[in-house]
């Protein structure tokens, strides 16, 4: 009996990593008067992507517009986080390939931080 348990957690081990293979995530800072773009990522059209916002300054009650935008520049989703509290967001692409994440900040002043980028 022991013997079959131990295999059978050698093929779990074995499994998980091609499981795994499939997310992907990345970290990143912003520092922003009007918007910037994140570095390409490869979603498939199935796939989720999060956004966690982690703010060291905002404008007080206002939001951050977060765009997912494909490799043709077209807008799939869009979503937003407040800019002076750690929030978090979720964007659904509709097709598979390159994406990027547009962070806009339609206020003037100043937002910076950092960003979590799952997917």
Not at 37 to 53: E, G, I, M
């Amino acid at each position: 009996m022991k013997k079959k348990l131990a295999m059978l957690g050698l093929a779990a081990a074995i499994l998980l990593p091609s499981v795994v293979a499939f997310a992907g995530s990345f970290s990143s800072t912003y520092w922003m008067t009007g918007g910037l773009f994140t570095r390409y990522f490869s979603v498939s059209s199935s796939a989720t992507v999060t956004v966690k916002t982690y703010p060291t300054q905002g404008v007080n009650g206002q939001t951050m517009t977060i765009y997912l935008e494909n490799a043709n520049g077209n807008v799939e989703d869009s979503s937003w986080n407040y800019s002076y509290v750690n929030d978090s967001c979720t964007l659904d692409p509709t097709t598979s390939g390159n994406h990027r994440l547009y962070l806009r900040n339609f206020t003037g002043q100043v937002m910076s931080g950092s960003i979590v980028v799952s997917y």
